[in-house]
């Protein structure tokens, strides 16, 4: 591929410590694919509820959504990340916005001693 002057200049001024494809202090690929984080754990606390809410199974979940049941059980135990066309087709069959099923839990107000 040929790189234009500008683009060439660009990279030598950099000094050898910068990724010119990644800002400094960004995580990389792995970092960013370890589970669970929050999200995956709100994933799967609000899945979980909105499934049984409708009294749903995890098979006719998983056949709705045309995953398979395992995925959807990583998914629900949290252990694996969700792109966002599979939280779209989740949040749809269960009959949720993307953005419930993703909510974070509201934490009780601390008590008053």
Same mark, same amino acid.
């Given at each position: 591929m040929w790189y234009?002057?500008?683009q060439v200049n660009?990279? @030598?001024g950099l000094p050898d410590s910068v990724n010119a494809k990644r800002a400094p202090g960004t995580p990389?690929? %792995?970092?960013a694919d370890e589970p669970p984080h929050e999200? %995956?754990?709100a994933l799967a606390h609000n899945l979980v509820a909105? @499934?049984?809410e409708i009294g749903m199974s995890q098979r006719e979940l998983a056949a709705q959504s045309g995953v398979s049941r395992d995925y959807l059980i990583r998914i629900e135990r949290g252990t694996t990340n969700v792109g966002l066309g599979i939280l779209m087709i989740l949040a749809r069959v269960v009959g949720k916005a993307a %953005?419930?099923?993703i909510q974070l839990p509201q934490l009780p107000p601390p008590k008053k001693k």
């Amino acid at each position: 591929m040929w790189y234009g002057i500008e683009q060439v200049n660009f990279f @030598r001024g950099l000094p050898d410590s910068v990724n010119a494809k990644r800002a400094p202090g960004t995580p990389n690929a %792995s970092v960013a694919d370890e589970p669970p984080h929050e999200l %995956s754990l709100a994933l799967a606390h609000n899945l979980v509820a909105a @499934r049984k809410e409708i009294g749903m199974s995890q098979r006719e979940l998983a056949a709705q959504s045309g995953v398979s049941r395992d995925y959807l059980i990583r998914i629900e135990r949290g252990t694996t990340n969700v792109g966002l066309g599979i939280l779209m087709i989740l949040a749809r069959v269960v009959g949720k916005a993307a %953005s419930d099923l993703i909510q974070l839990p509201q934490l009780p107000p601390p008590k008053k001693k």
